[in-house]
């Protein structure tokens, strides 16, 4: 009896053991990285990261065990104004000489609306040489076979807000621009 029980034991560890991964790569030409920042207290300057890789390993359709690992080419920014891209690239924000990669690691997911789709994020967030816990929205808007490719895709959200002066990027005063920098991530990943 207690061999059988021992087999029993062993065969459900292996099952979870081997529980089958599936990696998922964003689509360049379906996913955006974007920032927003206050200027002066009254307008809202926008920009984005033009190359971005993000990689999601998941063994659950639903995603409740995602873990997301993204790298932002800091050389990369835009804002549509080439005086500010160059000042935002220059030591006198991110440094992107010196500090070429923005990363994100997750390191937690959390359901804590009860609905099946809308997530919370936890994860490492490197920058300017500084990393710091973040915490994100995330919403899965699902997963179909897209009609051309043939590909299997699904589709996320993420949103949040974090502080740069948490980084040291950027000047300490607030009013010219906001401390706080509102973060949204819109992408299709393909299943690999």
Same mark, same amino acid.
């Not at 500090?99 to 937690?108: A, D, N, V």
């Given at each position: 009896?207690?061999?059988?029980?021992?087999?029993? +034991?062993?065969?459900?560890?292996?099952?979870?053991?081997?529980? /089958?991964?599936?990696?998922?790569?964003?689509? %360049? &030409?379906?996913? $955006?990285?974007?920032?927003?920042?206050?200027? /002066?207290?009254?307008?809202?300057?926008?920009?984005?990261? /033009?190359?971005?890789?993000?990689?999601? +390993?998941?063994?659950?359709?639903?995603?409740?065990?995602?873990?997301?690992?993204?790298?932002?080419? +800091?050389?990369?920014?835009?804002?549509?104004?080439?005086?500010?891209?160059?000042?935002?690239?220059? %030591?006198? *924000?991110?440094?992107?000489?010196?500090?070429?990669?923005?990363?994100?690691?997750?390191?937690? +997911?959390?359901?804590?609306?009860? &609905?099946?789709?809308?997530? $919370?994020?936890?994860?490492?967030?490197?920058?300017?040489?500084?990393?710091?816990?973040?915490?994100?929205?995330?919403?899965?808007?699902?997963?179909?076979?897209?009609? &051309?490719? $043939?590909?299997?895709?699904?589709?996320? /959200?993420?949103?949040?807000?974090?502080?740069?002066?948490?980084?040291?990027?950027? %000047?300490?005063? %607030?009013?010219?621009?906001?401390?706080?920098?509102?973060?949204?991530?819109?992408?299709? *990943?393909?299943?690999?």
């Amino acid at each position: 009896m207690k061999k059988i029980f021992f087999i029993i +034991i062993i065969i459900a560890f292996c099952g979870r053991s081997f529980a /089958q991964t599936t990696t998922w790569k964003d689509d %360049p &030409m379906h996913s $955006k990285l974007t920032f927003t920042v206050t200027h /002066q207290g009254f307008s809202s300057i926008f920009g984005l990261f /033009q190359k971005f890789e993000t990689t999601i +390993i998941s063994s659950k359709p639903d995603f409740s065990d995602a873990q997301f690992v993204l790298s932002a080419d +800091i050389s990369s920014i835009n804002t549509e104004v080439k005086m500010r891209d160059d000042d935002l690239r220059s %030591p006198h *924000f991110f440094d992107a000489v010196k500090y070429p990669l923005m990363t994100f690691k997750s390191t937690l +997911i959390v359901n804590t609306t009860g &609905m099946k789709d809308r997530f $919370k994020v936890t994860g490492d967030l490197t920058m300017h040489g500084v990393t710091k816990s973040v915490t994100m929205d995330l919403w899965f808007r699902g997963t179909h076979e897209d009609a &051309m490719s $043939k590909k299997t895709k699904s589709g996320f /959200q993420l949103t949040g807000t974090i502080n740069r002066s948490d980084f040291n990027i950027g %000047p300490s005063d %607030p009013f010219d621009i906001s401390t706080d920098v509102m973060i949204r991530a819109d992408g299709e *990943f393909i299943k690999q």
